[in-house]
Structures are given as C-alpha cells and as structure tokens.
C-alpha cells in the first residue's frame, strides 16, 4: 500500500506544532516560513542527516529501523498512540498486499453471555471500524437512536450522517474528534483494511466536518475516560467508561466497553430508569425514540 502521503502529512503537522524553544533549541534568526521546527531541527534532534529526514517526511519510510523511528518519536515528541501511529506507517509501507474485505467479527456465545449477566451497566462489544457487533440490553437502550432498522450501528455514521448526534451527544465536537482520532489510529494499523477505506471514503464524500478533522491526522488509542449523553428517553446522563481488548481470535479486534454512573448520583437514577423502560420496551420502540423527553 502506498502511504507516503499519510506518513509526509502526519510528520509534517507533528513538526509544525512545536517551537525551538519547546524543543530546547535557541530560536533561530530572521522570519521562520513555516511554523514549528524546521526539517534541519528536526534531524538534529532525531541525530540523522537533513537529507535522510527529508527524504523520511517525503514517505520513504519502508526498511528503516525502530531506532531510528523511536528517535524521531522523541523529537517530534509523540505520545504513545502517535508513536504507535508511526511505527504502524512504517509497517503498512513495506511490501504490499492484498487488500481483504473482514466480515463483522463473530464472537463467541459466551462473549454475549457475559454482556447479558451485567444488568446494572451499558456494555457492549464493538469492533475497530467501530460497528457495535454485541450488546446487553442496557447498552443497546444507552445508544438506542444509533441503530438503523437493520439492527446495525456505527458510531461514526451516526456521529457525522445523523443529525440527532449533535442532541446526543452535548459536546459533539470532542466525541467527533474521538471518532476519528480511533479511526485515524486504525487505518495506520489495518491498513488494507477494506471495509475500513470505505467507510472513510464515504464519510470524507459526505461529512465536511469528517475531511477536517480526518486531516488533522490526529490519533488516539483509549482505554477509560467519562462521556455526557442526553438521551432522549432519561434525559442527561454521565457516566464513566472503561474498554478492554476481547481475545476471540478474529482479525477485526473487538473491544468491550462498559459504562457505569457514579453510585447514588443522578446519573445513576437515570441509568436505572433507562434499564426499567428497557425491558418493558418493544425492539422497535428501542430502536427509534422519538418524542421522549429530554
């Protein structure tokens, strides 16, 4: 696959974004014509020649070693999912092959017998394309207006083609950004990932605000934080999250998410209400609330 055009972006913005003084340098005479370091800075930090960074931030990154990746990570100052980012480039620019459209991951039972037995959180499995392929039924009630009448949701659709996610989601513009910081992180991983490539490609065509921040090259890999819904059956709700790998053996990946409230808060109360309406709720009714209070 021929990535030079992500690794020459993603160098060049890292670069961009830090001063000489930020990087222990003496700022240098006259008007500086790009912002952050200069490419020569760069391999003085990194202690490689002008030339073979160039030719580095150029996209010629097949064959060269982890050392010397891991020094231009520090002189970029790259946090973890960036370096992981990087050294992901450098793996998908080696010899290609062939693209491989993956199915949706096909999880054990007892994977769905796990997400059944947690009645008191919002659990579900999703792959790295971010389709949610499991759910208990609180999870599925959590994040009722994601799924279409197939059945089938995906965060990032329904984050950037759906206009109910800006009500969804109080602060879209950081859960946006989140969306595809994780898909950015994924293409570098997977990237003759298909399925992937195509649901960028859909998005970049439709969703102007997708091509901006999938531009921005930035990435993230994480693992718990916290997340404000205002769902349109209990209102507000925030709630806490934590995600693990699930090792099922399937090439997509899937990961577990699990949210809670913080015991005796109104989150909470509003979480058990959800659960309550849940389970007397009919599959269709779950699937397209409509004129809820919010």
Avoid: C
Avoid at 192 to 202: K, P, S
Wanted: charge should be positive; charged fraction near 25%.
């Amino acid at each position: 696959m021929d990535n030079r055009s992500d690794i020459r972006d993603f160098l060049t913005s890292r670069r961009a974004r830090i001063t000489p003084e930020q990087a222990g340098l003496l700022p240098g005479g006259g008007r500086r014509r790009v912002p952050g370091l200069r490419r020569e800075e760069v391999a003085v930090l990194a202690g490689v020649s002008t030339d073979w960074y160039t030719r580095l931030e150029k996209g010629h990154i097949s064959g060269v070693s982890e050392d010397v990746l891991e020094a231009v990570a520090r002189a970029l100052r790259l946090d973890d999912a960036e370096r992981t980012y990087l050294f992901d480039l450098a793996r998908a620019a080696r010899p290609a092959r062939t693209p491989q459209r993956r199915s949706r991951a096909q999880l054990p039972p007892s994977v769905q017998w796990m997400l059944d037995s947690m009645t008191g959180s919002a659990a579900f499995v999703a792959n790295r394309r971010l389709d949610i392929v499991a759910s208990n039924t609180l999870g599925r009630a959590l994040h009722a207006p994601l799924f279409d009448p197939r059945g089938a949701a995906n965060f990032a659709r329904f984050q950037f083609l759906d206009p109910r996610a800006h009500d969804f989601y109080p602060d879209w513009s950081g859960a946006a950004n989140v969306t595809v910081a994780l898909l950015r992180a994924e293409a570098g991983r997977r990237p003759n990932d298909t399925q992937l490539r195509e649901l960028v490609g859909e998005l970049s065509t439709v969703s102007a605000e997708f091509r901006t921040r999938w531009a921005a090259h930035d990435v993230r890999i994480h693992h718990e934080g916290a997340k404000q819904f205002r769902h349109p059956v209990v209102g507000t709700l925030d709630l806490t999250y934590r995600t693990f790998e699930v090792p099922t053996g399937d090439a997509s990946d899937p990961r577990l998410t699990i949210y809670t409230a913080e015991p005796g808060s109104a989150s909470e109360d509003a979480l058990k209400l959800l659960a309550s309406w849940a389970a007397t709720a009919t599959a269709p009714t779950a699937e397209a609330p409509a004129t809820d209070r919010h």
